[in-house]
């Protein structure tokens, strides 16, 4: 079959692979969608897993399969499987943890110290025509909704997870930086939570206008004063809350921060690539929160699904772009990382395209 391997740094290609077949437990997926996310253009760019490491759970060295976010259909399941039959649409979470160190066991997976992602550490990638994976991680999907849908649950259960985190709700209002994909979810997610009123930073006009469209209170960072727009929204209060989805650095945080109320909550969902100053005084008097966000669980993945097919959350919308595998790195990844930037939100990839 054909799959993207992430060989080095700016160095993706498409090989012809053997195929995985299912052991016990688990199933294998046909890919319909995989979504290109920050993090692979990341993974593309700086490449910081070396081709030596072997993840402990996975057990394979590099180069690895390249892909996180995707859909698709089972093909075959394993000795044991029986909640899955062939044909079921399923969006696959592509993570493992080790489920027995303490912050499994205290119920937080994603914080796991071997926590891993297929399409990353090992076990294939979503940029291929099939993956093997465990049952438990092949998530039956509504039909209705369909595999595009399917592709947009793992970037959306990242948003979802900080949503979670932050605790906002009804009668809050939040301010996002970062109109991308994350942005973008979290305002989906936010408003699904109840949060009325979202303000959304970002300085692409075509990320700004769909923004809108999605209900959002758009503003240009580059044009409009944000603070004075922030001080209109909550009567001079400040957000209730503040995420950081840009990953822009010390001027992104230095924003979040004087907009967030006293004892509000800003929460960073964001990679960034540098350190950036905070000054401890400031949080003493203002007691204001700063938490980090990652990934999310799997039961953060059942709840994204659940508000999918309750039409809650329709993150359709963001998907800007569909591509075949072979255009992963012109059309996809290079672009992504050029002009494509400022107008695309999600691409999508098919091997079948
Ligand atoms: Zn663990």
């Known amino acids: 079959m054909k799959a993207a391997i992430l060989e080095g740094a700016q160095d993706a290609r498409i090989h012809e692979v053997p195929e995985r077949e299912p052991g016990p437990g688990q199933v294998k997926v046909r890919v319909e969608w995989a979504g290109i996310c920050g993090s692979d253009l990341a993974l593309y760019q700086y490449f910081p897993v070396p081709n030596e490491y072997v993840h402990p759970l996975f057990g394979e060295h590099g180069p690895h399969g390249f892909g996180h976010e995707f859909s698709g259909r089972i093909e075959a399941v394993g000795d044991g499987v029986t909640s899955l039959a062939p044909g079921d649409l399923v969006a696959v979470r592509p993570n493992v943890w080790d489920g027995t160190c303490p912050a499994c066991l205290r119920g937080e997976p994603n914080l796991c110290a071997e926590f891993g992602f297929i399409g990353i550490n090992g076990g294939g990638g979503g940029f291929s025509e099939s993956v093997v994976v465990g049952a438990d991680a092949a998530h039956p999907f509504p039909e209705e909704l369909g595999a595009?849908?399917?592709?947009?649950?793992?970037?959306?259960?990242?948003?979802?997870?900080?949503?979670?985190?932050?605790?906002?709700?009804?009668?809050?209002?939040?301010?996002?930086?970062?109109?991308?994909?994350?942005?973008?979810?979290?305002?989906?997610?936010?408003?699904?939570?109840?949060?009325?009123?979202?303000?959304?930073?970002?300085?692409?006009?075509?990320?700004?206008?769909?923004?809108?469209?999605l209900g959002a209170d758009a503003v240009d960072p580059t044009s409009a004063d944000l603070a004075a727009h922030v001080a209109e929204a909550t009567g001079g209060a400040g957000v209730d809350v503040a995420f950081d989805a840009s990953g822009v650095g010390q001027a992104t945080y230095d924003t979040a921060f004087a907009a967030l109320r006293p004892?509000?909550?800003?929460?960073?969902?964001?990679?960034?690539?540098?350190?950036?100053?905070?000054?401890?005084?400031?949080?003493?008097?203002?007691?204001?929160?700063?938490?980090?966000?990652?990934?999310?669980?799997?039961?953060?993945?059942?709840?994204?699904?659940?508000?999918?097919?309750?039409?809650?959350?329709?993150?359709?919308?963001?998907?800007?772009?569909?591509?075949?595998?072979?255009?992963?790195?012109?059309?996809?990844?290079?672009?992504?990382?050029?002009?494509?930037?400022?107008?695309?939100?999600?691409?999508?990839?098919?091997?079948?395209?």
């Open 263 to 353: 004892g509000g909550v800003n929460v960073v969902v964001a990679q960034f690539h540098g350190p950036v100053s905070v000054d401890l005084n400031s949080y003493l008097m203002s007691e204001k929160n700063l938490v980090g966000s990652f990934a999310y669980t799997d039961e953060d993945f059942s709840e994204v699904i659940a508000e999918m097919a309750a039409g809650r959350i329709d993150p359709r919308p963001l998907i800007s772009s569909r591509i075949g595998l072979d255009h992963l790195v012109d059309a996809g990844i290079e672009h992504l990382l050029g002009g494509g930037r400022n107008t695309e939100v999600k691409i999508l990839v098919s091997p079948a395209l």
């Open 148 to 213: 595009e849908a399917g592709a947009m649950v793992e970037s959306t259960s990242v948003a979802w997870h900080a949503a979670k985190v932050s605790e906002a709700g009804q009668g809050d209002v939040a301010l996002v930086i970062g109109g991308g994909p994350i942005g973008l979810g979290l305002l989906l997610c936010l408003r699904a939570r109840g949060v009325e009123r979202v303000i959304v930073s970002e300085p692409s006009p075509s990320r700004r206008e769909l923004a809108a469209a």
